[in-house]
DNA sequence: GCCTTTCGATACGACACTGTATCGGATACA
DNA sequence: TGTATCCGATACAGTGTCGTATCGAAAGGC
């Protein structure tokens, strides 16, 4: 089992294989399911390797929380500044709901991202840890979204039909529960529909819901 | 722990106890940490009596997934029927985010209705049976709110923004996502708010959104 | 080049949970 | 009241997982 790759040897090395194994065996059967033994396996490991980085499956869930939070807030975070630095004549008239789609679709296009986030979220729903970081995860999301549009009103000139801060709210609701469905609807036709479908129905009805909501 | 009521004896009231017993155990430690024991200790049985009902925890899940939604569907039906018994002189200006919270707040008020139907649709994201029975009562639910809509516009005269499905869409999505953040909310800090400002933090968004979305 | 330290593998004991097979008592019916 | 049936309790074997304790080897310091 061990891999021909062996070359770099530090421990953190190990910690992040291990967190990326989690990552994926979490999103395939779910945080409960997934046994120790399960991620190491995945990671090239033994448990030998995962009690001597972490105290417990708790520990790395966190841990790994907090990981794809950051990520996340990062990847919207580029966006942003790729807007800023397009200047203000970068926009055409009417892309707005295409920009946000593009903003928004982090975590839209892997199915992974999208059940991660789905356990993150119900453990939040019963451990405190988990639901301030869950929280201030969101706070973060809404605060750049806002940001998003505030500087495309501003660069347009468009007075839209709330503040910033509450679109971005109703927007990140409405993505996120249709990056949701659009999985659900995958799983239930299990016909594997690829990526780009899913895709394509979350953007679509993220565009229409951004037009109603800003304009 | 044999309660002092063993009058009815039949086999139907056993099997509604287990799956009560299932449903407060799930919402408490998530599906896959309970386990069969669990829900028969808090049913006031012992394993037996589970096989002798169900073929595994699943099964029970999958009647329990359908009982729930049948249950708040014909919760939202019979508001429905309130609503238009009431008939055309029954609505003040401006209460209908009012109505609408009031018909959709079925299972916002209780924290046990959020975890199960969070249980249910983290499990539609990995199995088609319960995927296909959430997709089904989704749609169920929109019908339903699409009609209330439908209803108050005739009733008032009102020309809403957008068509009736996709605001009962929108409701439902916004409705659902306040409902898990309140409850995480709660989690996060600790101090256990009660109930009520819960339902006051749902409520209000969602009337929020129903301005904004409908006017 | 030796020695210390670190890190992951292996081995072990313990435990929780599952599903089945069997048993005893209660219920229904005549 | 006697008998057949049903249903839940109990007992049991099997399995998977956990956390720790120990060991061997590779890395890094001098």
Same mark, same amino acid.
């Not at 910690?15 to 945080?31: H, K, S």
């Not at 399911?33 to 499956?57: H, W």
């Given at each position: 089992?061990?891999?021909?790759?062996?070359?770099?040897?530090?421990?953190?090395?190990t910690?992040?294989?291990?967190?990326?194994?989690?990552?994926?065996?979490?999103?395939?059967?779910?945080?409960d399911?997934?046994?120790?033994?399960?991620?190491?396996?995945?990671?090239?490991?033994?448990?030998?390797?995962?009690?001597?980085?972490?105290?417990?499956?708790d520990?790395?869930?966190?841990?790994?929380?907090?990981?794809?939070?950051?990520?996340?807030?990062?990847?919207?975070? =580029?966006?942003?500044?790729?807007?800023?630095? =397009?200047?203000?004549?970068?926009?055409?008239?009417?892309?707005?709901?295409?920009?946000?789609?593009?903003?928004?679709d982090?975590?839209?296009?892997?199915?992974?991202?999208?059940?991660?986030?789905?356990?993150?979220? *119900?453990?939040?729903?019963?451990?405190p840890?988990?639901?301030?970081?869950?929280?201030?995860?969101?706070?973060?999301?809404?605060?750049?979204?806002?940001?998003?549009?505030?500087?495309?009103?501003?660069?347009?000139? *468009?007075e839209?039909?709330?503040?910033?801060?509450?679109?971005?709210?109703?927007?990140?609701?409405?993505?996120?529960?249709?990056?949701?469905?659009?999985?659900?609807?995958?799983?239930?036709?299990?016909?594997?529909?690829?990526?780009?479908?899913?895709?394509?129905?979350?953007?679509?009805?993220?565009?229409?819901?951004?037009?109603? *909501?800003?304009?």
């Open positions: 089992m061990s891999d021909v790759k062996a070359p770099t040897r530090s421990r953190e090395n910690r992040q294989r291990l967190l990326d194994a989690a990552m994926a065996v979490f999103a395939e059967v779910g945080l399911a997934a046994s120790v033994e399960a991620i190491c396996e995945r990671a090239g490991f033994t448990r030998g390797a995962f009690y001597s980085n972490f105290a417990s499956k520990e790395l869930f966190l841990q790994l929380a907090a990981r794809v939070a950051s990520d996340r807030v990062a990847a919207v975070q =580029a966006r942003v500044g790729g807007l800023v630095a =397009a200047g203000p004549g970068g926009f055409d008239e009417g892309e707005i709901s295409a920009i946000l789609e593009q903003v928004l982090v975590g839209a296009d892997d199915r992974m991202g999208v059940l991660l986030m789905s356990e993150i979220r *119900i453990r939040a729903l019963r451990d840890d988990v639901a301030r970081a869950f929280l201030a995860q969101d706070a973060e999301m809404q605060r750049n979204v806002a940001q998003i549009i505030t500087d495309i009103g501003a660069l347009k000139g *468009i839209f039909r709330v503040d910033a801060a509450q679109a971005a709210h109703l927007m990140l609701t409405v993505w996120e529960t249709a990056a949701v469905r659009a999985v659900i609807r995958g799983v239930a036709d299990e016909s594997e529909r690829g990526e780009a479908a899913l895709r394509a129905a979350t953007g679509a009805h993220l565009a229409e819901a951004a037009h109603l *909501i800003l304009c």
